[in-house]
């Protein structure tokens, strides 16, 4: 069970790494590392980041990922695609190469001869940030996808598609390696998601990653990304309004699978919101935040908020 927190966003929530890696300018340090570091674990490498754009995967938040597309120079064109997934989606591979093959047939020009249609390929990797294991019964952080010959010796058959499957919650079953940058990655991501810490606590319990941001200047630059997020109102706002909605559909769900479809969406849509925007309101009621402040975000009455307040 995945457990979010109201005064500490989660760096895997939408509108959090979405801004982390808003585009070249701002983040490309950022992009750079998590690609190189996870490229390192498979000996690839790619040329200079030239483009990243954030979009959405859903329109549904309690399905949606985060989808970072990333434009980098390589002897030709290299397209990264990095995926953050929190809830499991046994899709993701279909929908890798589903993309791949779309990016593929853009290339193409009608008339093309079979070497130009090769010559004109991109390399298309993709790389996905799972809070879930793809992989129940593998404690392995990374898990390639490549398409292989299925004779021995084994080979790669295309050089032009690739997949990575970062499983965080592996982080805790292997043992602590801070040498490897992408573990460094993983453990920051993951115990800031499931510990309800910000990144800064984190690197405090862990020295090995203060001194990896120090000679890391993407991962620093994360870091930095992190804590402006977190204290940002705008930010701090766009992360609630985000968890609203998927406590709302999560109470759906819930209340749909105990009373039965209809009697479900109407009694699980009240509850779910009605739990989570009372969880967010004692929260900032303890960080001291202005009584209008919280109604407008958790659309909560005056007396129920001061009820809390009193309470407390």
């Known amino acids: 069970m995945t457990h979010f927190y109201a005064d500490v966003m989660s760096p895997l929530a939408d509108p959090v790494i979405s801004g982390i890696f808003a585009n070249v300018e701002v983040a490309g340090k950022a992009a750079d590392s998590l690609i190189r570091n996870t490229l390192a674990t498979d000996g690839e490498t790619i040329g200079k980041i030239l483009k990243v754009t954030p979009q959405y995967t859903s329109d549904d938040p309690l399905l949606r990922g985060c989808r970072i597309d990333v434009d980098a120079e390589y002897t030709k064109k290299v397209e990264t695609l990095i995926e953050v997934q929190v809830n499991p989606d046994p899709t993701i591979l279909q929908r890798n190469l589903f993309g791949a093959a779309y990016k593929f047939v853009n290339t193409s020009r009608k008339g093309d001869s079979h070497r130009?249609?090769?010559?004109?390929?991109?390399r298309i990797i993709s790389i996905n940030l799972l809070a879930y294991k793809i992989r129940s019964k593998s404690n392995e952080l990374v898990h390639p996808v490549k398409i292989l010959y299925t004779k021995p010796p084994q080979e790669v058959a295309i050089n032009n598609f690739s997949v990575y499957n970062i499983q965080l919650p592996a982080v805790p079953d292997i043992p602590p390696n801070f040498?490897?940058?992408?573990?460094?990655?993983?453990?920051?991501?993951?115990?800031a998601h499931t510990q309800g810490k910000t990144i800064e606590e984190v690197l405090k319990m862990q020295p090995e990653l203060q001194t990896f941001a120090k000679y890391d200047e993407g991962f620093q630059q994360f870091c930095d990304r992190f804590d402006y997020f977190s204290a940002n109102p705008t930010e701090r706002e766009k992360y609630a309004n985000w968890r609203l909605a998927l406590m709302r559909q999560a109470g759906e769900l819930q209340g749909a699978r105990e009373e039965g479809i209809v009697e479900g969406l109407t009694k699980g849509r009240a509850e779910g919101r009605a739990e989570e925007a009372t969880e967010i309101a004692i929260r900032l009621l303890e960080k001291n935040y202005p009584i209008t402040e919280i109604v407008e975000l958790t659309k909560l009455s005056d007396e129920v908020i001061i009820s809390l307040k009193n309470s407390l």
Request: net charge negative.
């Open 116 to 122: 130009e249609l090769a010559a004109n390929m991109p």
């Open 179 to 191: 040498e490897d940058g992408l573990y460094c990655w993983c453990y920051a991501l993951y115990t």
